[in-house]
């Protein structure tokens, strides 16, 4: 709903039509035609970069709300725990310096 507001399209019944559990499905149900998705852009990257989906708008919302890597404190030292966190800041950096740039 906050999309349509972004966007300045108005809609009688926002949650009308399909609705979807996993944003997987909904991505599915776009490529296989059945209609527009809103969902994370880099969930779709790929699909937009070989041509199976296509932007059909440019505006973007951003959201104060975050995600959380959370993990018991007895394994702060746990090479792999250190290692995932490192991917993990690291995507997230790659992420929004692209975002800047795009």
């Known amino acids: 709903m906050?999309?349509?507001?972004?966007?300045?399209?108005?809609?009688?019944?926002?949650?009308?039509?399909?609705?979807?559990e996993q944003?997987?499905?909904?991505?599915?149900?776009?490529?296989?035609?059945?209609?527009?998705?809103?969902?994370p852009r880099f969930l779709v990257d790929q699909d937009l970069a070989?041509?199976?989906l296509r932007l059909a708008s440019t505006t973007s919302l951003y959201r104060d709300s975050a995600y959380y890597l959370v993990y018991p404190q007895s394994k702060h030292q746990n090479p792999a725990?250190?290692?995932?966190r490192g991917?993990?800041?690291?995507?997230?950096?790659l992420f929004w310096a692209?975002?800047?740039l795009g």
Not at 23 to 39: N, R
Request: aromatic share 14%.
């Open 81 to 84: 725990v250190i290692a995932f």
């Open 23 to 39: 944003f997987s499905h909904v991505i599915q149900a776009a490529v296989a035609g059945l209609g527009l998705a809103l969902v």
């Open 2 to 20: 906050d999309w349509f507001a972004a966007s300045g399209v108005p809609h009688p019944h926002p949650y009308g039509g399909l609705r979807f």
């Open 50 to 52: 070989e041509g199976r």
């Open 98 to 100: 692209a975002q800047r």
């Open 87 to 93: 991917w993990v800041q690291e995507q997230a950096a």
